[in-house]
């Protein structure tokens, strides 16, 4: 991957939406039941029609665009709208590939982009074609009504293969075209869907993701006979106590976004989240599970290999371990806390993957602006930090440019938190126009109050 060649992948005519004709909600309606009518499946992912259409619009619009990748059938998209003067870069980042969907279980045909009583129906409607087209809704109608920069530039980044991990996507970008990706701010999946507590109604703005140390634990013993189990040593009964310990979880590292989070919900921690996580347990279970997750550590077992044969008495055993990490912690921290619950003997343990969690400051001059926004459109509710239990591809555009205050929002108001998140990868994956139409709003806003 490393010397890749450089490819530009021409811009194909496509059909085209005369959006001087329609209103904002419709012209970003459209886009997304026209984004989910490309089977972006990854893998093998296939996104290279999908992007030639927003490429084409854009390109209509007046932007500069570039598709480029490391193969010719999975590009990505970098569309550039310069400014005036100079000033800082503005990225809105999104993913055009998606999970696999069964039909079966779906009650529509998750390809069909189907619009029915306000809501367009599938795969990717949430993740994360919905937040794409509102982006690029947005900057298209900004362009047409004759917007440009006052200063600095708008980037709209639409990428291939964050389902898989980015390696062909923004990983790629960010390696091999800098100039491309390279942002001041960047907007991308993670959060803004709203939560409630208390009676109070809270977006949350994704400024830290937990990083990934994968591990393997392996037990030994001696293989033999299964007809005769006391002549061998079973090495997969002695990952049975392995197992039970992970009933349990490290104890909590309460990292700085978890204990802003808890300080505005009013739930303070003051040294020790037990307290904070059993106040927020008797107001709402479904919330104290979620913050629960951004707190320290995480161990999840997820796969164990044995025998290769029903017949054999194992002689090694191996189980993989989802090890989540938030930012700050060093690998020394991490091995205290999985010794904490597996404790120090009867096991071999070697890492498979290590990536740092990953953050951007919780002050700066976007979240102020989107602070802003939120109280102006949405009056009653407040702007919360959080800290994804997972990542994103802001990662890689934290890690190639440290300058860089990338943020996860795509604000709604109709579909919570907890209507939303079962639907992320699930069946009947569907949004509401309301929700696109208002986190158009807020991009189109965006670019104009960051770049003037």
Same mark, same amino acid.
């Given at each position: 991957?490393?010397? %890749?060649?450089?490819?530009?992948? !021409?811009?194909?005519?496509?059909?085209?939406?005369?959006?001087?004709?329609?209103?904002?909600?419709?012209?970003?309606?459209?886009?997304?039941?026209?984004?989910?009518?490309?089977?972006?499946?990854?893998?093998?992912?296939?996104?290279?029609?999908?992007?030639?259409?927003?490429?084409?619009?854009?390109?209509?619009?007046?932007? /500069?665009?570039?598709?480029? !990748?490391?193969?010719?059938?999975?590009?990505?998209?970098?569309?550039?709208?310069?400014?005036?003067?100079?000033?800082?870069?503005?990225?809105?980042?999104?993913?055009?590939?998606?999970?696999?969907?069964?039909?079966?279980?779906?009650?529509?045909?998750?390809?069909?982009?189907?619009?029915?009583?306000?809501?367009?129906?599938?795969?990717?409607?949430?993740?994360?074609?919905?937040?794409? %087209?509102?982006?690029?809704?947005?900057?298209? %109608?900004?362009?047409?009504?004759?917007? $440009?920069?006052?200063?600095?530039?708008?980037?709209?980044?639409?990428?291939?293969?964050?389902?898989?991990?980015? %390696?062909?996507?923004?990983?790629?970008?960010? /390696?091999?075209?800098?100039?491309?990706?390279?942002?001041?701010?960047?907007?991308?999946?993670?959060?803004?869907?709203?939560?409630?507590?208390?009676? *109070?109604?809270?977006?949350?703005?994704?400024?830290?993701?937990?990083?990934?140390?994968?591990?393997?634990?392996?037990?030994?013993?001696?293989?033999?006979?299964?007809?005769?189990?006391?002549?061998?040593?079973?090495?997969?009964?002695?990952?049975?106590?392995?197992?039970?310990?992970?009933?349990?979880?490290?104890?909590?590292?309460?990292?700085?976004?978890?204990?802003?989070?808890?300080?505005?919900?009013?739930?303070?921690?003051?040294?020790?989240?037990?307290?904070?996580?059993?106040?927020?347990? /008797?107001?709402?279970?479904?919330?104290?599970?979620?913050?629960?997750?951004?707190?320290?550590?995480?161990?999840?077992?997820?796969?164990?290999?044995?025998?290769?044969?029903?017949?054999?008495?194992?002689?090694?055993?191996?189980?993989?371990?989802?090890? $989540?990490?938030?930012?700050?912690?060093?690998?020394?921290?991490?091995?205290?806390?999985?010794?904490?619950?597996?404790?120090?003997?009867?096991?071999?343990?070697?890492?498979?993957?290590?990536?740092?969690?990953?953050?951007?400051?919780?002050?700066?001059?976007?979240?102020?602006?989107? !602070?802003?926004?939120?109280?102006?459109?949405?009056?009653?509710?407040?702007?919360?930090?959080?800290?994804?239990?997972?990542?994103? *591809?802001?990662?890689?555009?934290?890690?190639?440019?440290?300058?860089?205050?990338?943020?996860?929002?795509?604000?709604?108001?109709?579909?919570?938190?907890?209507?939303?998140?079962?639907?992320?990868?699930?069946?009947?994956?569907?949004?509401?126009?309301?929700?696109?139409?208002?986190?158009?709003?807020?991009?189109?806003?965006?670019?104009?109050?960051?770049?003037?």
């Amino acid at each position: 991957m490393g010397n %890749a060649p450089k490819l530009r992948v !021409g811009i194909s005519p496509t059909p085209r939406i005369d959006v001087d004709r329609m209103d904002l909600r419709a012209h970003v309606t459209q886009l997304l039941q026209e984004l989910i009518r490309f089977d972006t499946v990854n893998p093998p992912g296939n996104e290279r029609p999908a992007q030639e259409h927003l490429a084409a619009q854009l390109d209509d619009a007046g932007f /500069e665009v570039e598709l480029v !990748g490391a193969e010719s059938e999975r590009p990505n998209l970098v569309a550039r709208l310069a400014g005036a003067g100079p000033g800082p870069v503005l990225g809105f980042l999104g993913h055009v590939d998606t999970v696999l969907a069964d039909p079966e279980a779906w009650e529509r045909d998750p390809w069909s982009g189907d619009l029915v009583d306000g809501y367009v129906w599938g795969r990717g409607a949430i993740d994360m074609k919905s937040q794409v %087209a509102a982006e690029a809704a947005a900057a298209i %109608a900004l362009a047409r009504d004759g917007w $440009r920069p006052a200063r600095g530039e708008l980037k709209v980044i639409a990428v291939a293969d964050e389902e898989t991990g980015g %390696a062909l996507g923004a990983q790629w970008l960010c /390696e091999h075209h800098p100039d491309l990706a390279r942002c001041d701010f960047l907007l991308n999946e993670g959060a803004g869907t709203f939560i409630e507590y208390r009676g *109070d109604r809270y977006h949350g703005v994704c400024c830290a993701e937990k990083g990934v140390y994968r591990f393997t634990v392996t037990t030994s013993g001696a293989a033999g006979h299964a007809s005769v189990p006391m002549l061998g040593d079973n090495a997969l009964l002695k990952m049975a106590p392995v197992l039970e310990r992970l009933r349990a979880q490290p104890s909590y590292d309460v990292t700085d976004e978890p204990a802003e989070l808890l300080r505005r919900l009013g739930e303070d921690v003051d040294g020790d989240a037990t307290q904070a996580l059993m106040g927020l347990n /008797e107001h709402d279970p479904r919330l104290a599970i979620l913050v629960q997750a951004m707190l320290g550590v995480s161990l999840t077992p997820t796969r164990i290999k044995a025998s290769d044969k029903i017949n054999v008495i194992p002689a090694r055993a191996d189980l993989q371990v989802d090890c $989540r990490v938030p930012p700050g912690l060093d690998d020394e921290h991490v091995m205290r806390r999985i010794r904490e619950v597996l404790g120090e003997h009867g096991y071999a343990l070697e890492f498979s993957e290590k990536v740092p969690g990953n953050r951007s400051p919780m002050d700066s001059e976007l979240i102020d602006l989107i !602070g802003l926004w939120i109280a102006r459109e949405s009056p009653a509710a407040r702007v919360i930090p959080v800290q994804l239990p997972a990542f994103t *591809d802001s990662r890689h555009f934290r890690a190639a440019f440290p300058d860089c205050i990338a943020y996860g929002f795509f604000p709604q108001r109709h579909q919570g938190f907890f209507d939303v998140w079962p639907l992320v990868h699930g069946a009947d994956e569907r949004i509401d126009v309301r929700d696109l139409e208002f986190a158009t709003r807020f991009y189109l806003d965006c670019a104009r109050e960051l770049l003037g």
